[in-house]
Structure formats: C-alpha cells, structure tokens
C-alpha cells in the first residue's frame, strides 16, 4: 500500500514496539527506521521506562507531525518486559514488531516479513540481523550461519532450546527480533517475563514455541543490531543469573511431560550454574580473595573455560588502542552506489551519473563509487576504466580484480559466456545461424536482484560517515540502509521510469526489468531525494512531492564555438545497446533509410555505439561502426544528427550532445520528451516515416539550413543545458549536504548494550 504522508492510520497491519529507558542517543534513528518501512500501514508504540534524559521529548516531536506514532509512560522503572507488555496491550495490528531503541530496520523488512510469514503459514517470522558497531572499529557482520543463513527455515522448540544456552556454541537465536501474530500471542497466554531484566525475548520466544505457535526464519539482512559504548564491558550479574537459573528451573516443571526436551534444560541450568561460579570467582579475584576463587571454580572445573573470554576481551581492547582509530572518514564524503557497467562517458547514464559527480566536486565534496555487486561486468570479462572515471577518489568493486585501470572478472562462467556471445554476434554478422550457440543478453545488472555479500559489502565499505549517499537508479534503494549512516541526506538518480517505458513497450525489452508503478514508486521513495533528468517525469511521481524532494537536474554539455554543418551525405545515429535504440534503429532501417536512398543514392547512414552489437548484415549505404571511443570527428563529419525514437524515455543525453556539438538535428515527438520547450525550435521533428525522410532530405540538400540550424542548437544549448544553469538545483542541494553535518558521536551512556555473540555480554 502506497500512502506517502499519512499521518494517521486506523487500522495498522503491523504494530512496531519501542521499549526505551535513557535511549535518547539513537531513539530517534530507530524511529525513522520504523516509520520509514515500505509498507506504510504502521504504528509505532513508544513504552518509555521511566527515562530520565530527554527520550520522550524527542519522540513527542516526531509524534506530533506522524499520527502514527503512539506513546505511553511507566513513572517507575519497570524493564524492557514491561513496556513491551504494555505495547502488546496497546497494539492494533496483525502483528506486532520489537524494535530496540538503540537499533535499525530495513525500509523492507516488515513487508518481506509479513509476505514469507503468510507464504508460509507462519505465526512468528524473523529475520537475520546485521551486527554493526557504532565505534566502526569493527566490520559488520551477519548474524546467522550455515542453511539458516541460506534459506528460509522452521525453527522447533528444540532447536531454539539448544540454540540459545548460555555462551553454547553458534549464535544465540535468542538475540533473533521476531514479528509475531497478535491474535495467536494473546490467545497463548504468554507474555513476558518482567522478572527478566535480560534475555526476555529469549524466553518469550521459547514459551511461544512451548504453547505450539510455528515460527520461520528468513535470512534477509532486514534488523540492524547496534554494538555500542559499554557492551563489551557489561557482564552478567549473580543476581541476573539466579533470575535466570529460576526462569529456567519453571521451564523444565511445565516442560517435564516432554521427556526429549529435558536434557536440553539441564544443559541450559548447568551452561548457567557455570556462569554463575565464574562470576562468583571474578568478584572473589576483585576482592583478592585468590583462595577462595580457587575453590569456587574447582566446584565447577568447567567454568574456568569461561575465563577466554575476559582475556579475549583484554586482547581486544589493546588491539583497539594500538591500532589506527576505526574507520570514519571525513565528513564532506558522497558516495555513489552503482550497478551499471561503467567504464567511462560510454552511453547516456553513464554520461549523466559523472555529470553528478563532477557537480560534486565543484561543489567541494568528495565523490566516492561503490559497486557492489560482481555482475556489473555482464559478459563482459575485462573492462578498461577510462580517464574520466577519475572523478571519483577511491572505486570500489566487489568480486571483481582491479590492476590500475584494468578490471577482470574472477567468475571463469563470464570468460565462457563472453566467447560464445561473440561467436554469435560474428555468425549473425555473417548471416548464418547463431541460436543453436544459446546465448543470451545478460541481465539488466543495476536491476539483478541484491545478494546478502552484496548487502554486506556496502555496510562494510562504507564505514564511514558521509554527508550524502546516491543510489544510481531506483533498484540501488536498496542498499541505502546498509550504508548504516542515518544521518546522511539520501538521494536517487531516477534516470528513466521504468513501469511507462514497460507500458509503451507493450512487453519488457529484452533484458529490461518487468516493474509496475507502484513497485517503482516505492523504490524512489526509500530516498529523500529524487533527481529526475527532465521535467515530465518530474510530474509523472508528483504524488512523491509532499514527502520527498525532487531535484530536477537536465543533461549538460559543452557547446562548441561555432556550428559544424558536416559534409552533405552522411547521416549519424548514436546509441547504446538499450531496447529503444534498437527499435529506432529497426524503424531507420526498414521506413526511412530506403526512402532517403531512393532520392539521395549516395547518402551514407553511420550507426555508432553498442546498439550495433548482434545486428543482422546492414542494408546498402549503412556502416556499423560499433562502440566509438571519441565521437567528436563523426559529429563533426555528419550533415544530419537522427534520433529516430518511438518509445522510452529519460535521459536524452545524446540529443543534447548533437546540439552542443552546433548539429541539424531530426528527431520525433519522443525524443523530445521532457525537453519539447527548451529544444522544440532548434530541431527538426517528425513522427511519420515519410515526413522524417523529407526533412532529412531538406537537409542534406542545404549546407545554409544546416548552419542556421546549428546555431539555434548552440543557443538552446547555452541557454538551457550549461553545466551552470543545468545543475543550479543539484548545486543547492549538495550545499544542503554540506552544512547539514551529521551528528558527531555523543558520550557513551551508562546503559551497556547486548553483543549477541555471547548472552554473557548483554
């Protein structure tokens, strides 16, 4: 459901449940997250225990301009147990969600959640967490392991007792953040324990499975896990543990008629008895009571295993101190998250997305790229970067080589795939048979769907903390949140929409994404700003605008000084390898070109780029010049620029570079789209083949109108499309970015933080 703005939500279909007691430092950022969720149908149930810091007045801020965020107050420190069971009363939805103060959501957890869990038929459903730490002295991590962490999976009662002992081997299922059905947990019974001051939703999730509801695992990297100030310090308390030990003790009573499971409970009281003369043993060591230490863990002789862990954690700490600081890099950092091949001012969005990094650097930022994902190569398995890739300092790849500007793939399937695509492109040159090779485009990469090493690998690349993130095109949306840098302004370069070049398409274009509107919509709005390359799609997402900020940046160019009327034979197209090239190309070739050879026989059609790749033979008078490194010479040669387009949309990168190099210029209707103001006077435009012939033909015939022609384009441009006038929006919000600093890192608390790895830890 797509409701962008709402305010106030009748009926939520999943309650978010906040318990927070002096959470103020990131209370803030856990709500955002929340309220940020794809599926907007929310509530957000704040349960303050008893802060004294001004938790509840950041939250009442949020509250006042979102209905759908819900607080209630305990006047006495309660525990984490008692907000939420005050949360669970007070939710409304289908199902309730925990959320820690101090943690952060995916903006798509909660809909994939809900959509696996009724897939499945699953009463609790939960997810893999993403361990990071708020120092960023250490990389994150994923949290499950093994088949949990490679597909979805039912977790028994067993399985979860086992999995969950006290410093037992394997993460600690317990630290799991499950969302459950509400109407199942109120039927159960069970609720949480508010004895507990520690592993509550451990024991809460125990007790569900006990009372026979099902729960799934989905191992998306949806719930991020905050490791900060004081958790590696914290111990577990005897108290805590003899709280522990008594919660246990009543779980093996109400379980004893399954005989099975009681083993596993006295594994549990035994991992706790050993925790509890280890701690015994510390506080006799403090005292220098070194005897009585002694004895306490002969007792127990297993409990001396559990000394690793303050010397790990010594080793750790001196480790940290000797050691550069962690990894937060200046703060005037923008980072690029890519999934395009590029190399290069190679096709339209490349041209567009160095555009906005350059735009950057004038601005006094520093562009950064990311590309996080090996298929960027497509079949391609070696690529050479080109100089004006040096726009951004530092280029990260994933699953890639890099020697200099060289970069080669590691996957020997992309060598194979490579040869065989050529070998079809030679024999369909050729005019002989190619299908019996099976070869096939590669998919459309910035659209490939995400991998959790893909996910990861962006929280680990950027542990830092920039002033801004851009996704490059809608689908790299995605990884916005695993940039885990709240404070960052987020943007994404829309470049195209996609559901209406899929709608004029009529079916997908080979190797294009199938999307609908409201898919796309929803993956432009996990950003806060849009930027839009021309204004007609602008307009198209308006509904975005009460919520969102729409940057609309044109193309820019360079003109050149004076107009460049060519020789009066050759005619130019240009274009990469995408669906709406092709077709414009088909239509040139099979409406137009025969028409203009019939009047103009020595006419010549020069095609240029990688919409050549794979074309049958060219008709007389065409040349196939494929990918062209520098078109300066061929514009400068051709009499007539064509950009033929029937269908698509977007970037029109290409009609402007025709215009800034001084061209005649003949398109149709749909190249003009977006841009029919600022370019209409400075082209010639036709949308039937006849017409599109004759004015061509016009042209070629007239050295005078060509030059008049041009001149009119360099104006348009100059006007228009300067990198100047282009870019003042894009210009205005980087310096929002640049004085809009994120938040230096506060003091540390006094409140300790659980490290999953270890409950001992909480």
């Known amino acids: 459901m797509l409701a962008w703005g709402v305010t106030r939500m009748i009926s939520p279909t999943v309650s978010i449940a906040i318990a927070n007691h002096n959470g103020a430092r990131f209370l803030e950022a856990a709500i955002a997250s929340a309220l940020a969720q794809d599926l907007s149908a929310i509530e957000v149930i704040l349960v303050d225990d008893a802060s004294t810091d001004d938790s509840v007045a950041r939250a009442e801020a949020i509250a006042s301009h979102d209905g759908r965020v819900r607080i209630a107050r305990l006047h006495a420190q309660h525990g984490p147990g008692a907000a939420r069971n005050l949360a669970l009363e007070m939710a409304r939805g289908e199902w309730l969600a925990v959320l820690d103060a101090d943690d952060l959501m995916h903006p798509a957890r909660l809909a994939r959640l809900m959509a696996r869990a009724r897939a499945d038929d699953a009463q609790i459903i939960a997810d893999d967490l993403l361990i990071f730490a708020d120092d960023q002295r250490s990389r994150p991590q994923r949290f499950l392991r093994g088949r949990r962490a490679a597909a979805p999976t039912w977790l028994t009662l067993g399985e979860m007792l086992a999995a969950s002992r006290l410093f037992g081997p394997g993460p600690d299922l317990g630290y799991l953040k499950p969302m459950i059905r509400l109407a199942d947990w109120r039927r159960s019974g069970v609720r ?36 900060h100030a004081g958790s590696q310090s914290h111990r577990l308390s005897g108290e805590a543990l003899r709280t522990i030990a008594d919660a246990e003790q009543r779980r093996r009573v109400a379980l004893a008629d399954r005989p099975g499971l009681v083993p596993v409970i006295d594994q549990r009281l035994a991992a706790i008895a050993n925790a509890q003369a280890f701690t015994d043993a510390i506080a006799a060591l403090k005292a220098r009571r070194p005897w009585a230490a002694a004895r306490t863990i002969l007792s127990r002789p297993q409990s001396a295993l559990l000394f690793r862990m303050p010397a790990a954690g010594l080793i750790r700490r001196l480790a940290q101190r000797l050691a550069p600081p962690g990894r937060i890099a200046p703060r005037d950092e923008v980072w690029f998250i890519s999934r ?108 490939a769907p995400w991998s959790s090493a893909d996910r990861l690998y962006v929280a680990r690349a950027l542990r830092c903390r920039p002033v801004a993130v851009i996704a490059d095109y809608a689908w790299q949306t995605e990884a916005l949140a695993y940039a885990l840098a709240p404070a960052a302004r987020t943007a994404v370069i829309m470049h195209d929409l996609w559901h209406r070049r899929l709608a004029l398409f009529g079916a997908p274009p080979v190797g294009a994404p199938v999307i609908d509107r409201r898919e796309e919509l929803e993956l432009l709005a996990r950003a806060q700003t849009i930027i839009a390359i021309q204004k007609t799609e602008a307009a198209d997402i308006a509904e975005l605008a009460s919520t969102h900020e729409l940057v609309v940046t044109p193309i820019s160019a360079t003109a050149v000084p004076a107009p460049r009327p060519g020789d009066g034979q050759h005619v130019l197209f240009v274009g990469g390898n995408a669906a709406s090239n092709s077709e414009a190309v088909d239509w040139m070739l099979e409406a137009v070109w025969p028409r203009i050879r019939a009047t103009c026989p020595k006419a010549t059609l020069l095609v240029a780029g990688s919409v050549c790749r794979g074309r049958p033979p060219p008709p007389a008078g065409v040349r196939y010049l494929g990918y062209v490194d520098n078109l300066d010479r061929l514009y400068g040669d051709a009499a007539v620029v064509v950009s033929p387009l029937l269908s698509g949309s977007g970037l029109k990168v290409k009609l402007v570079e025709a215009l800034a190099q001084g061209k005649a210029c003949v398109v149709t209707s749909v ?92």
Request: glycine share 8%; charged share 20%.
């Open 192 to 227: 949480y324990d508010e004895t507990l001051g520690l592993v509550e939703d451990q024991d809460l999730l125990i007790r569900l499975l006990a009372a026979g509801l099902s729960c799934r695992i989905d191992p998306f990297l949806g719930y991020f896990y905050r490791r």
């Open 340 to 447: 395009q091949r590029l190399v290069g001012r190679a096709n339209g969005s490349s041209v567009y997305l160095l555009d906005i990094a350059a735009a950057v650097r004038r601005a006094g930022l520093t562009p950064k790229l990311l590309q996080p994902s090996p298929d960027v190569l497509g079949r391609w398995p070696v690529l050479r970067l080109k100089r004006e890739m040096a726009v951004f300092e530092t280029i990260r790849h994933r699953g890639l080589i890099r020697l200099g500007r060289w970069v080669f793939a590691r996957d020997p399937g992309v060598y194979a795939a490579a040869a065989i695509g050529a070998l079809a492109a030679l024999l369909t040159r050729l005019g002989l048979p190619a299908a019996w090779l099976g070869a096939k485009p590669a998919p459309f990469a910035p659209a």
């Open 671 to 762: 190249t003009l789209q977006g841009v029919e103001e600022e370019t209409a006077s400075a082209v010639a435009v036709a949308d039937d083949p006849v017409a599109f012939a004759e004015a061509v033909l016009r042209l070629l015939a007239d050295r005078a109108a060509r030059t008049a022609m041009g001149t009119r384009a360099l104006e348009v441009v100059r006007a228009r499309f300067s990198a100047e006038i282009a870019g003042v929006a894009f210009d205005r919000w980087l310096q929002g970015c640049a004085g809009a600093r994120p938040l230096g890192p506060p003091a540390p608390t006094a409140t300790a933080r659980p490290e999953p790895a270890l409950l001992a830890r909480a």
